[in-house]
């Protein structure tokens, strides 16, 4: 499943920076994340990076947005291309 950032955001860069899918944008008041473009850090890192980097600990599933590991391997092979 793709990434939702909760209400508890605070806008302070730190997960769109890391970002490689270029997934997680500015909407005020608080950042998304494109569920078409966020692939769960598959085939990059061992955990999505941006909950990671999130010092609010505000990054949780989107239950919205449920995708095998299959779709999400395919949705980051087809940004390398």
Do not use: Q
């Not at 730190?14 to 490689?20: G, L, S, V, W, Y």
């Not at 944008?25 to 569920?35: G, L, M, Q, R």
């Not at 061992?46 to 990671?52: D, L, T």
């Amino acid at each position: 499943m793709s990434l939702l950032i909760t209400k508890d955001c605070v806008c302070c860069d730190a997960c769109r920076e890391e970002c490689p899918d270029g997934a997680i944008y500015e909407n005020s008041p608080i950042y998304v994340i494109d569920p078409d473009l966020c692939s769960e850090c598959v085939n990059d890192f061992s955990e999505p990076v941006c909950i990671v980097a999130c010092p609010y600990e505000c990054i949780v599933p989107d239950p919205n947005n449920v995708e095998s590991i299959e779709e999400l391997r395919l949705k980051n092979r087809n940004r390398e291309f």
